[in-house]
């Protein structure tokens, strides 16, 4: 079966604007990728890993500098006319559109970009609001929306057209849990409800990526790190264990990391609330002692202690080695 | 060329020229001031060809020419300003991955500022018509119209290329707008007939296409002042005015092309910064 | 204290300013740039008068109109430019929110902007005048200039503007879509009632009377006649303002620029509240 998306060897390099002003950087460093049709697939990354650039590569916005990218059989750079046919993009905290127009009226304009017959792009659109529940505000204008109501209506645009492969960036970034939950849940049905709909998601929600997406491919640096289903991702770290500290504030952390049974070690500190968190994924429970230990030591004290099973978080921790910042 | 690819764009034009056309109706509070500021600056200049008594097709003149500088500022900030802008709140991306013509995008731009800047020229012309009791001659209709529409189409296929070389720029084209205006209203004598500045000048200056346009058109309007102030012949202008709509058409096309490509190359497309 | 405090607001709005109307390119480019829009607007006025005069440009009217139209940029550019600092912050870099939120007094930040706009302006004003003056035969001799006259009118009549533009400022918190079409408008009044390239007494004599009411008018009467003494004397009684002496001319400007300052400050405090109040301070049209 024709893959929806494949990658080979991309790479993307940003070159200073003048030469002096900076060095080039490197977003994309010889990425493989293949996705098939019908996946629901999820591109996790810290700020600055190559989320982005890779959605923009892939919707034809931007040229690789070296390497070849499809999307549905189509090459980006030379059939980008063909590939504009099949996609369609959505990214968190958009603001596009046109603030004298309704909610309707704007929907409405971005349909007529995909050739839409206007009594059908007007149906569907009715159809949408109402699933998202904005019915009641497609008579509004746009800039009278709450931040949540304006992205569930830039999820509308990007699905209105029906396209085959949508690149959701960061979808649900900054919405309330209730607005979040509907974006997921209409993504989920959407993919489901039709053969051949492929969704490339990015996101910085673990837990989104882990509900959603039948594979993930955690992107850092501008390469791959891995790329497998959420529940074998996980087993790449079955063996760890994860403990978490909370201790009175802790000066030195020093010697946390080299304890024999620790895998990987991070900690934050909370100045205001005078506190350490410490994150330790084990290898061997017997670390648990040393480590209280040298809390103890260091002259803190044990404020809560709990031990978890792995995550895709901790995943993502053993591959890029530090969480989210 | 497919039937369906042409009605694809044709929607894509009239889906890009909606807001511009809808924006009047439902702010018509904009119409206040983009009637009233252009007929300050026509009063003032009116009034210093009063006090110099000048010849009283001037004032016209200068009627005119205010009218002309709506469409004149439309260009600068609706169409080679506005993709700076759509890139700015995020519409130009989802423009530039939609499977059509960019020039359907340019064109519904045109089409609707076009239409939203003809009412606003034609209250300013009408009030200064009236404001100012002057008597413009109406014996070739036809003319009118078609030189108007001829330049129409000129000017906004230079607006159309204009948008095109604007779109990599930053906070730059608001300044770049902002130093066409005055310049252009000299070159193209909006406020003097454009033969005081000389052939080669004037010539120079018919590159804008309302410099001809406005020429023949205060000809028309007054048909005995051609030969006074006149800079060519009516049917010359109209000649070269139709050469410029193909021109700038044809550069906006590749110019658009060119700097769609270039963009996407440097990445500086979809790059927003201030 | 506080005093260091507030030089520090206003000189680090004015850096700011700067970087906001010159960082954009190179200082070649800004350089021409600050000065081809000045120019280029005075040509347009030289070529309405030599195409209904025929050449002679050494004449008293046209000094009278090439000196009001270069010192109207200070009016054009000084209430555009405040107006502008709470437009452009708010719509465009989004940072109003931030700068009214800081413990800083919001007037001097903005006069901070502003002074760079008038530095700016100052640079076109003086090209074009010193273009008249060499190519135009514009009449100003610099041993004959009244600088008792001049100089107070000027630094007045700055103030004056300053003082409008805050009030203007005021009006654009709450309107955040006519702001400029507002500053636009009343600087285009200016240009047409208060003999700024034409005498007043051409206008019809309503006109007229709005005219006598406007510190510009006496602004550009109290610049020419410091500037170039011979000249409005020589077009004196023309300027319709000739019953008034100079002392009276910059007296009416200073009285003027106390009213302002008064009715501005009762604007900017109503409509700073008014748009906290309506929650307009942050706000975007995303047009």
Redesign the interface.
């Known amino acids: 079966m024709q893959s929806a998306v494949e990658v080979k060897g991309l790479t993307?390099v940003?070159?200073p604007?003048k030469k002096k002003e900076g060095k080039s950087v490197t977003a994309l460093n010889k990425v493989d990728l293949r996705i098939e049709s019908g996946e629901l697939f999820g591109l996790l990354g810290p700020n600055g890993a190559g989320k982005t650039t890779l959605l923009?590569i892939l919707?034809?916005?931007?040229?690789p500098t070296a390497g070849k990218a499809f999307v549905a059989g189509f090459d980006v750079e030379k059939d980008f006319?063909e590939v504009?046919?099949r996609?369609?993009?959505v990214?968190g905290g958009?603001?596009?559109?046109?603030g004298?127009?309704t909610v309707k009226?704007n929907l409405?304009?971005?349909?007529?970009?995909?050739?839409?017959k206007?009594s059908v792009a007007k149906q569907r659109i009715d159809e949408l609001l109402t699933q998202f529940g904005l019915a009641d505000k497609k008579d509004e204008k746009v800039r009278t929306l709450s931040t949540g109501q304006r992205q569930k209506m830039n999820v509308i645009?990007g699905f209105v057209t029906d396209p085959e492969i949508i690149f959701l960036d960061e979808p649900t970034l900054g919405l309330d849990v209730n607005a979040s939950r509907v974006i997921r849940d209409f993504i989920v049905d959407w993919v489901q409800a039709k053969e051949n709909r492929t969704v490339l998601l990015t996101t910085h929600y673990m837990m989104e990526a882990d509900q959603l997406c039948d594979r993930i491919a955690i992107i850092d640096d501008g390469r791959i790190l891995a790329c497998d289903t959420p529940e074998n991702l996980k087993k790449l770290v079955k063996m760890n264990r994860t403990l978490k500290l909370d201790v009175t504030s802790l000066k030195d952390t020093s010697k946390f990391g080299s304890i024999a049974g620790v895998e990987q070690f991070t900690f934050q500190d909370d100045a205001e609330k005078n506190q350490t968190y410490l994150k330790f994924i084990l290898t061997h429970d017997s670390a648990v002692t040393d480590i209280i230990s040298e809390v103890q030591r260091k002259g803190a004290r044990i404020l809560s202690l709990q031990k978890t099973e792995p995550t895709l978080e901790d995943v993502f921790i053993k591959m890029v080695g530090k969480g989210f910042e | 060329m497919s039937d369906?690819w042409l009605?694809?764009?044709l929607?894509?034009i009239?889906?890009?020229a909606?807001?511009r056309v809808?924006?009047s109706k439902?702010?018509p509070?904009?119409l206040f001031?983009d009637i009233?500021?252009p007929l300050?600056?026509v009063?003032?200049?009116a009034?210093?060809?009063?006090?110099?008594?000048?010849p009283p097709e001037?004032v016209g003149f200068v009627i005119l020419g205010g009218a002309m500088t709506a469409f004149w500022l439309n260009i600068l900030w609706a169409m080679a300003s506005q993709l700076y802008w759509e890139k700015e709140?995020?519409?130009l991306?989802?423009?530039?991955?939609?499977?059509?013509s960019r020039m359907?995008?340019l064109a519904g731009m045109a089409v609707g500022g076009l239409f939203m800047t003809a009412i606003r020229a034609a209250a300013t012309m009408i009030i200064g018509i009236l404001l100012f009791g002057i008597a413009l001659s109406f014996a070739q209709p036809g003319m009118i119209i078609l030189v108007f529409m001829v330049t129409m189409v000129s000017l906004y296929g230079m607006g159309m290329m204009f948008a095109s070389l604007y779109l990599l720029l930053?906070?730059?084209a608001y300044?770049l707008s902002?130093?066409l205006?005055?310049?252009v209203?000299?070159a193209s004598?909006?406020?003097?007939?454009v033969r005081?500045?000389g052939f080669w000048a004037a010539a120079g200056a018919s590159i804008i296409p309302m410099t001809l346009g406005l020429d023949a058109l205060r000809q028309l309007f007054y048909p005995s002042s051609g030969s006074e102030?006149g800079f060519l012949p009516v049917n010359t202008e109209l000649a070269i005015l139709a050469v410029l709509c193909v021109v700038f058409l044809w550069l906006s096309k590749y110019s658009l092309a060119y700097m769609e490509?270039l963009g996407?190359?440097?990445?500086?497309?979809?790059l927003r910064w201030? | 204290m506080a005093v260091s405090h507030d030089l520090r607001t206003f000189k680090n709005a004015a850096w700011l300013g700067w970087q906001m109307e010159a960082n954009?390119?190179d200082p070649f480019v800004f350089a021409t740039?600050s000065i081809?829009?000045?120019v280029?607007?005075s040509?347009?006025?030289v070529?309405?008068?030599?195409?209904?005069?025929g050449g002679e440009t050494q004449t008293p009217?046209f000094s009278y109109?090439f000196i009001g139209n270069a010192f109207y940029m200070f009016v054009a550019e000084v209430l555009f430019g405040v107006t502008w600092v709470i437009h452009d912050d708010r719509e465009?870099?989004m940072t109003l929110k931030q700068v009214y939120i800081a413990p800083i007094k919001f007037y001097i930040y903005v006069f901070g902007r502003a002074a760079i706009k008038i530095a700016i302006t100052t640079v076109g004003v003086l090209v074009t005048l010193a273009f008249g003056v060499i190519w135009l035969g514009v009449e100003i001799d610099l041993g004959a200039v009244d600088w008792m006259v001049f100089i107070p009118a000027l630094l007045v009549g700055l103030l004056t503007m300053l003082i409008m533009g805050l009030a203007l400022g005021g009006v654009t918190f709450l309107t955040a879509?006519?702001g400029m079409?507002?500053n636009?408008?009343i600087a285009?009044?200016f240009?047409?009632l208060s003999g700024?390239?034409?005498?007043i007494t051409?206008?019809p004599e309503w006109a007229q009377s709005i005219s006598y009411l406007l510190p510009v008018t006496y602004w550009m009467e109290a610049l020419r006649r410091g500037l170039s003494p011979d000249l409005m004397t020589s077009l004196s009684g023309a300027t319709g303002l000739s019953d008034f002496s100079n002392l009276e001319i910059l007296l009416t400007l200073a009285l003027s620029a106390v009213a302002f300052l008064f009715i501005s400050s009762a604007i900017f405090r109503y409509a700073d509240k008014t748009a906290r109040r309506k929650g307009k301070i942050d706000w975007t049209t995303?047009y």
């Not at chain 1, 958009?94 to 046109?98: A, T, W």
């Not at chain 2, 009034?47 to 000048?54: E, P, S």
């Not at chain 2, 991306?93 to 059509?100: E, N």
Request: no cysteine; proline share 4%; glycine share 8%.
């Open positions: 993307r940003f070159e604007k923009k919707s034809t916005l931007l040229l006319t504009r046919k996609i369609n993009m990214s958009e603001i596009s559109g046109y004298l127009l009226e409405w304009m971005f349909t007529q970009f995909y050739g839409m206007s645009r | 369906t009605i694809t764009n929607r894509a009239r889906g890009r909606y807001p809808i924006g439902r702010e509070s904009w001031f009233t500021l300050l600056t009063s003032a200049y009034y210093i060809y009063k006090y110099m008594d000048a001037f709140i995020g519409n991306q989802l423009y530039l991955i939609a499977p059509i359907s995008i930053g906070r730059e300044h902002n130093l205006t005055e310049p209203y000299l004598g909006l406020y003097f007939p005081a500045l102030y490509k996407k190359t440097t990445g500086r497309l979809t201030q | 954009w390119t740039y081809v829009k000045p280029a607007g040509l347009i006025l070529f309405m008068y030599l195409v209904i005069t009217f109109m465009h870099y879509k006519h079409g507002i636009e408008g285009g009044v240009y047409v700024v390239i034409f005498p051409v206008l995303s």
